[in-house]
T-cell receptor, first 116, second 108 residues
Framework: DSGVTQTPKHLITATGQRVTLRCSPR?????VYWYQQSLDQGLQFLIQ???????AKGNILERFSAQQFPDLHSELNLSSLELGDSALYFC???????????????FGPGTRLTVL | GQQVMQIPQYQHVQEGEDFTTYCNSS?????IQWYKQRPGGHPVFLIQ?????EVKKQKRLTFQFGEAKKNSSLHITATQTTDVGTYFC????????FGTGTRLQVFP
């Protein structure tokens, strides 16, 4: 158990819909990261938040948005869903910001999103 | 943009054989991390390398960071069925970019 929790575990929805994925980082971790993993694919970095502020952006679509709340939990909002958005969405957390001595990331169990 | 490629994409070995996966970045990295993802699981941190030419060992696993800090390798000696999974490198510049991964299958 990494200490990172994600809800829900599974989500099935229809094209055009909007969903929200939730992540609670490990106690004491200030950074939260979101990743997308499609079937048999690697991990695509979406976005990072540190202590409530956006710190880094990856290949995140405009239909997707995220935020980190004062209690440090984070939500990833996916809207106007398409079939291709079906994937495993991981949240990870780390103590610090990153940098040359980048902190290891602790991953949650993921949310499997299926868009029908 | 920054890319991190891994080869091979898949590797099937007999238990007891050695295994190596290679990671190559298009840009110089400040550090590199390695993660393992078991089937149906989430990535788990294995190790971080920071210095040019650094070599670290964890039991049967040996990790190397290239002199130019653009490549890395993970070598597993005498694989076991418990080594099954996908191994990802993750290279750090201004953000952490995960490699494409190598899926290892070990046959008993």
């Amino acid at each position: 158990d990494s200490g990172v929790t994600q809800t829900p575990k599974h989500l099935i929805t229809a094209t055009g819909q909007r969903v929200t994925l939730r992540c609670s980082p490990r106690s004491g971790d200030l950074s939260v990261y979101w990743y997308q993993q499609s079937l048999d694919q690697g991990l695509q970095f979406l976005i990072q938040y540190y202590n409530g502020e956006e710190r880094a952006k990856g290949n995140i679509l405009e239909r997707f948005s995220a935020q980190q709340f004062p209690d440090l939990h984070s939500e990833l909002n996916l809207s106007s869903l398409e079939l291709g958005d079906s994937a495993l969405y991981f949240c990870a957390s780390s103590v610090g910001l990153g940098g040359p001595y980048h902190n290891e990331q602790f991953f949650g169990p993921g949310t499997r999103l299926t868009v029908l | 943009g920054q890319q991190v490629m891994q080869i091979p994409q898949y590797q099937h070995v007999q238990e007891g054989e050695d295994f190596t996966t290679y990671c190559n970045s298009s840009t110089t990295l400040s550090n590199i991390q390695w993660y393992k993802q078991r089937p149906g699981g989430h990535p788990v941190f294995l190790i971080q390398l920071v210095k040019s030419g650094e070599v670290k060992k964890q039991k049967r696993l040996t990790f190397q960071f290239g002199e130019a800090k653009k490549n890395s390798s993970l070598h597993i000696t005498a694989t076991q069925t418990t080594d099954v999974g996908t191994y990802f490198c993750a290279g750090r510049t201004d953000k952490l970019i995960f490699g494409t991964g190598t899926r290892l299958q070990v046959f008993p």
